[in-house]
């Protein structure tokens, strides 16, 4: 107990001292763009991304998937980019690139050694002032997208459960379907509906530039002028939440996959979105209970009853409303119930004592290292500074959080548990072996 001790108080000291604030510069173009830069000399690298404020929750119903459709078919090139040289360009100058799309924003990227910073910025300038949307790119981009479902989704064990818990989870809000969307939506749009959609998202107005790395602020400022001064600003977008009705009695349901053989329970909850403080503390009600051999359903479920193979929670936090999963998968013949009934008794546990001072450290110190690990890349600060700017309209976000993830408290746990995590308020899903 004493090392345990000793070595948490460490960790403390650890996260204490690389807990440095950020000092980055915002300012923004004539044409609305917003500009974020944040200047570290540590190593040779420089990052330049560009996060756009549209997601699948951005779609119509009847024409799912053209958000992640979008972040492929950007990449097809411009009049000055000929078609799979885009990648090539980057590689040639010892750069990586990607992108990837959530219910609400689309994120690309390029990291470069940082003499490659106009190169980068080129590249994006490229694909927000005149990507080529044609024929040729939406039939090539539309193949990729239906052997990526086929893959990860259709193919995959279990692939297709967060589609099945969503879908009962919302019944009108554009959560309602997964970012991958339908193959019949995409096969069934017409070219003109494309180009509209990225006429009306990919835009200044909707997103925001993001360069961290080993930069000369002044040099970096002039580039950005000369790249993106002149790209059209787009149609401000205004954006409503579509508000969900609360449930108030569980709904049971059943999913088939032809890719298991063991089955699932899964249990689902509507929760406040990752704006709300309360999603933290979800997120932490969901480490105490599965994260990690140590944690409490882990512990009882599957090294001491041995009833499971796997268990599992989480946080999937969004920005108008979030999911809490959980999930178990039998070890032999346990029947489906009997897990459930486990995990419930945790979650009751939970809402009605607190988490010892012990189980709290480590959780305080877990979520404390993770935030700190990924602002060691610079990738990973120049995604913080785009999520703060884009969805808490507040840029030093990245420098409160830390200070925000401290202030959770073991009663704001039991609230959120008491809450939230009750049995008339879920979706509960047997997810099965499809007959054959």
Known sequence: MKKTFISLALAALFITANAQKMNFIEYKLKNGLPVILYQDKSAPVVAVSVMYHVGSKDEQPNRTGFAHFFEHLLFEGSPNIKRGEFMKIVTANGGQNNANTTQDRTFYY??????????????????????????????????????????????????????????????????????????????????????????????????????????????TKKLIENYFADIPSGTPIVKSKIEEQLITKAIIDTAYDNNIQLPAIMTAYRIPGMLSKESKALEMASAVL??????????????????????GNFNYGL?????????????????????????????????????????????????????????????????????????????NNINTELEEIRKVTREDIQAVAKKYLNPNQRVILYYLPNKK
Do not use: C
């Open 110 to 219: 390029e990291v470069f050694p940082s003499n490659q910073l106009a190169t980068g910025l080129w590249l994006e300038s490229e694909r927000m002032l005149h990507p080529i949307i044609n024929q040729i790119g939406v039939k090539t981009q539309n193949e990729v997208v239906k052997e990526e479902k086929r893959l990860r989704v259709d193919n995959s064990p279990y692939g297709n459960f967060i589609s099945e818990i969503m879908k009962r989870l919302f019944t009108k809000h554009q959560y309602n379907w997964v970012t991958i969307g339908s193959m019949a939506d995409l096969d069934a749009a017409t070219l003109s509906e494309f180009q509209a959609f990225n006429k009306k998202f990919y835009t200044p107005s909707n997103s925001v530039l993001v360069v961290a790395g080993d930069i000369d602020i002044a040099n």
């Open 319 to 395: 920005e108008d409303y979030g999911a809490y999963i959980s999930y178990a998968l039998p070890n032999g013949a346990v029947a489906l119930d009997t897990l459930l009934k486990d995990m419930d008794e945790e979650i009751v546990k939970m809402q009605i004592g607190l988490i010892s001072a012990d189980e709290f450290t480590k959780l305080q110190n877990q979520f404390e290292n993770d935030f700190l690990d990924k602002n060691t890349r610079m990738l990973g600060i120049a995604e913080n500074l785009a999520d703060g700017y884009t969805f808490y309209k507040n840029t």
């Open 290 to 311: 599965s994260k990690g051999n140590s944690s409490r359903m882990y512990k009882k479920m599957v090294d001491e009853k041995k009833n499971s193979l796997a268990v």
